[in-house]
Nanobody
Framework: QVQPVESGGGAVQAGGSLRLSCAVS????????MAWFRQAPGKEREGVAS???????NYAESVKGRFTISKDNAKLTLYLQMNSLKTEDTAMYYC??????????????????WGQGTQVTVSS
């Protein structure tokens, strides 16, 4: 079992950058697919970026070319580098994990371990 804990959120002006981190406890971290989700007020939660066990990635169309997901298995940490931030990126960002096979592709379909979230606010 893993327990994600997010950090790195904050307030930034449009065009700026932030890097979110997700520290994951649990010896079986390397057996999990990981992802970042976000939820803005009044909107449904949406997948932002995901990464499979082999390091392959998948992004929402709205963040392609601006966000980069990565992981450091040795440090048990997941990252989300967010560049060229827009006001519409304002949301609570969540880190999530799901046990997956070595051949699994990065996905947003099912995750059963969630962090508490970190707030990202982008102002114009």
């Amino acid at each position: 079992q893993v327990q994600p804990v997010e950090s790195g959120g904050g307030a930034v002006q449009a065009g700026g950058s932030l890097r979110l981190s997700c520290a994951v406890s649990g010896y079986s971290y390397s057996y999990y697919c990981m992802a970042w989700f976000r939820q803005a007020p009044g909107k449904e939660r949406e997948g932002v970026a995901s990464i499979a066990r082999d390091g392959s990635t998948n992004y929402a169309e709205s963040v392609k070319g601006r966000f980069t997901i990565s992981k450091d298995n040795a440090k048990l940490t997941l990252y989300l580098q967010m560049n060229s931030l827009k006001t519409e990126d304002t949301a609570m960002y969540y880190c999530a994990a799901a046990l997956c096979s070595p051949s699994s592709r990065p996905h947003f379909a099912y995750y059963n371990y969630w962090g508490q979230g970190t707030q990202v606010t982008v102002s114009s």
